[in-house]
Nanobody, 114 residues
Framework: QVQLVESGGGLVQPGGSLRLSCAASGMVFISYTMGWYRQAPGKQRELVASITGGGITYYADSVKGRFTISRDNAKNTVTLQMNSLKPEDTAVYYC????????WGQGTQVTVSS
């Protein structure tokens, strides 16, 4: 059974940092492009960043230069380091594995507020 379990969300002040982690199990991890998506209230879910099994990354324009995605194929984990957070980054963040099949994690709340 495939599981994607996110952790690391929380409340942070504007300008602060958070580190999200996603632990995958039950899948051939390196075969999957791993992505972080987010969904704010009343908005559609959007892709924030992704990384292929070989390490090629993509970032949405809104997070370029502030967020960094990385993965550890030996530990089956993908991480999103978020710096210089803004109130508009507030959302539920989801981990997604895209490959032979597509899988989603349960989401973790990130709130940026003073």
């Amino acid at each position: 059974q495939v599981q994607l379990v996110e952790s690391g969300g929380g409340l942070v002040q504007p300008g602060g940092s958070l580190r999200l982690s996603c632990a995958a199990s039950g899948m051939v991890f390196i075969s999957y492009t791993m992505g972080w998506y987010r969904q704010a209230p009343g908005k559609q879910r959007e892709l924030v960043a992704s990384i292929t099994g070989g390490g090629i990354t993509y970032y949405a324009d809104s997070v370029k230069g502030r967020f960094t995605i990385s993965r550890d194929n030996a530990k089956n984990t993908v991480t999103l380091q978020m710096n210089s957070l803004k109130p508009e980054d507030t959302a539920v963040y989801y981990c997604r594995g895209s490959g032979p099949y597509n899988y989603w994690g349960q989401g973790t709340q990130v709130t940026v507020s003073s």
